[in-house]
């Protein structure tokens, strides 16, 4: 198999191309059965060795969540408009203040 993209080079398409995979047959199977190789956690023994455990079956985790977040993207959120206009514009206050007023009246 020969990988010709970067990573950058992730588009909308291949989610949709990756999400289409899983609904196969063969792509219904893909995730149980790369859990299959997450390692079974250690209940006891040595310090070193839980930990190194523990973060195999996280990095297992992440990777298979990383996989279905790339077949299904969170939508883009819009921008939440600001309810205050800039400091620096005196018109949208209204106060008749302004920034550059050497003697301002408060």
Sequence with gaps: MEIL???TDWIPN???NLAAFLETETGKRLI???AKGIPMLREGGEIN???IRSG???AWNRMIETLLN???PEPATAPTP???PPLEDD???KDGLRLDDPNPVL
Excluded: F, Q, T
Aim: charged share 30%; proline share 8%.
């Design 32 to 34: 149980p059965e790369l």
């Design 82 to 84: 600001n309810e205050y």
């Design 5 to 7: 993209a970067k990573p």
């Design 49 to 51: 060795s839980i930990l």
């Design 14 to 16: 291949d989610s949709d």
């Design 70 to 72: 790339l077949a299904h």
């Design 91 to 93: 018109a949208a206050w």
């Design 56 to 58: 195999e079956v996280r």
